[in-house]
């Protein structure tokens, strides 16, 4: 896929791999993550001294910025996606680049990306799990 081509990439309900040995099968991984980066649109920031040392560029539409859905039922992977996530956004692992996502908190609202539940997550409810429901959004932070 080309760079800066896709607007949204959502992971619904992965297998987990709950077992400390299956964890590097698991779809979500700092290379996958890095992937998802370089194919999503970002949204552009200037760095500055401003909110955080970054200021949002001027006429950036956030609409335009590509974004990483992530729904699961398994509280496990879903702290193990925000521990790879914030492995991603520290210099560990962009080469000393700036952060490249960035948490929506909250998410947009699920009827705008997953409005279907599947027997797999209403079979989760009933067994008393529920769903987790994250995003983050690419970006990119340019010099001034």
């Known amino acids: 896929l080309p760079s800066n081509s896709i607007s949204a990439i959502l992971v619904t309900f992965p297998d987990p791999f709950p077992k400390e040995d299956g964890k590097q099968w698991r779809l979500i991984q700092v290379q996958t993550v890095l992937e998802f980066h370089r194919i999503l649109r970002k949204q552009t920031f200037t760095a500055g001294t401003e909110c955080g040392g970054i200021v949002k560029s001027s006429g950036v539409d956030d609409t335009g910025a590509g974004i990483f859905f992530l729904a699961t039922d398994h509280d496990g992977y879903d702290q193990w996606t925000r521990e790879v996530m914030d492995q991603v956004n ?15 908190d909250p998410c947009p609202s699920r009827l705008e990306w997953l409005p279907a539940i599947s027997t797999y997550e209403k079979r989760g409810w009933d067994e008393g799990r529920s769903t987790n429901l994250s995003c983050w959004m690419a970006m990119e932070i340019v010099p001034l």
């Open 90 to 104: 520290h210099k560990q692992h962009n080469n000393h680049q700036s952060p490249k996502f960035r948490l929506l």
